[in-house]
């Protein structure tokens, strides 16, 4: 089962900053979080990851509580090709345990 | 930079009939994990390859079988198929060990049909 709990859907106005949150209580100390995104039908892709600090790249930054016990990924000005399936991760082992992960709408 | 490349793109099987399935991992990796996607659903971890064995594996039974070759591509072979099997077969390689941060690059997939 998967380790995380997402919202099932969120809406976002383009241009804005989209917050997508993720709970992850029973993360252990030695697990990263990871987010991927999948447009439909494509192979997921790879946004961000993360173990204590808070990440940021090009794409996205990836805020971990204190606690490590929940995360927020941000898109920081979305546009309409940022519409699609979010998963928060978090890795056992080998094993990258999908959710059914949050559907981002960017609306015009 | 050559990605995650897998073939064939779509398969039409029948019920019983066995299906072999291709993955070529991202230029400079080397690991292969395999999964599956229903419709509507995240991706289930089948297994994963790594010097050409299998190093881990989910809940899936032993209809579910696997090589890694010395290039580092994978197979992914599916025994005595159910209705139940048809989705969307994902590749993901990765480089190396299996502690520590390593992301996972995501090939098109393979979308499985059984009548």
């Known amino acids: 089962d998967a380790k995380t709990t997402q919202p099932t859907s969120m809406d976002c106005a383009e241009g804005r900053a989209a917050n997508l949150p993720c709970n992850h209580s029973t993360i252990s100390g030695n697990e990263y979080v990871y987010w991927y995104r999948q447009i439909h039908s494509q192979g997921p892709q790879y946004i961000i990851h993360g173990l204590k600090n808070n990440e940021t790249n090009e794409m996205a930054s990836l805020i971990i509580t204190e606690d490590r016990k929940s995360s927020t990924l941000i898109l920081p000005h979305a546009t309409l090709r940022d519409t699609a399936v979010y998963y928060c991760?978090?890795?056992?082992?080998?094993?990258?345990?999908f959710g059914a992960g949050t559907r981002l709408t960017v609306k015009p | 930079d050559a990605g995650v490349t897998q073939s064939p793109t779509h398969l039409i099987k029948t019920r019983g009939q066995q299906v072999t399935l291709r993955c070529s991992p991202k230029?400079?990796?080397?690991?292969v994990s395999w999964y599956q996607q229903a419709l509507g659903q995240g991706p289930q971890f089948i297994f994963q390859y790594y010097e050409e064995e299998e190093r881990q594996r989910g809940n899936f039974p032993d209809r579910f079988s696997g090589h890694q070759f010395p290039n580092y591509s994978s197979e992914l072979n599916v025994n005595a198929l159910l209705l139940g099997d048809s989705a969307l077969y994902l590749c993901?390689?990765?480089?190396?060990?299996?502690?520590?941060?390593?992301?996972?690059?995501f090939g098109p997939g393979t979308r499985l049909t059984v009548t």
């Open positions: 230029s400079g990796h080397d690991t």
């Open positions: 993901a390689s990765s480089l190396g060990g299996s502690w520590g941060a390593y992301e996972q690059y």
């Open positions: 991760i978090v890795r056992v082992a080998n094993d990258m345990r």
